[in-house]
């Protein structure tokens, strides 16, 4: 028994998957709907995740932006006057966050 004194009802999977189903077309928020149905949000929140998860049989994927890709540079040549032997290419890349990326000699 609850705090109140009063029975919670016990609902199978295929009755949450059908309250889901019925949220989503709804247009309230879950929040609003819990409310609505007399279900606790938090209990709502954990079927909608068991339930995503035995849709797709593993456990349901976070949307998230893409992570940064490769952008192609064009090519680099220095100026021909300043190629010598004992000179030698430096390339210094800053990444962000104090990353610096250096190749060659200084």
Wanted: hydrophobic letters at 35%; one cysteine or more.
């Amino acid at each position: 028994m609850s705090k109140s004194g009063t029975r919670r009802a016990r609902r199978t999977p295929a009755q949450w998957e059908a309250l889901l189903a019925e949220q989503a077309r709804s247009g309230l928020s879950q929040e609003a709907f819990c409310r609505l149905q007399g279900l606790g949000y938090s209990t709502f929140c954990a079927w909608r995740a068991r339930c995503g998860k035995r849709a797709t049989g593993r456990k349901p994927q976070r949307s998230v932006a893409p992570r940064a890709t490769f952008i192609e540079l064009p090519s680099f040549a220095p100026p021909a006057a300043t190629i010598s032997n004992d000179t030698a290419l430096h390339v210094e890349l800053t990444l962000g966050h104090g990353w610096v990326l250096r190749i060659g000699r200084r």
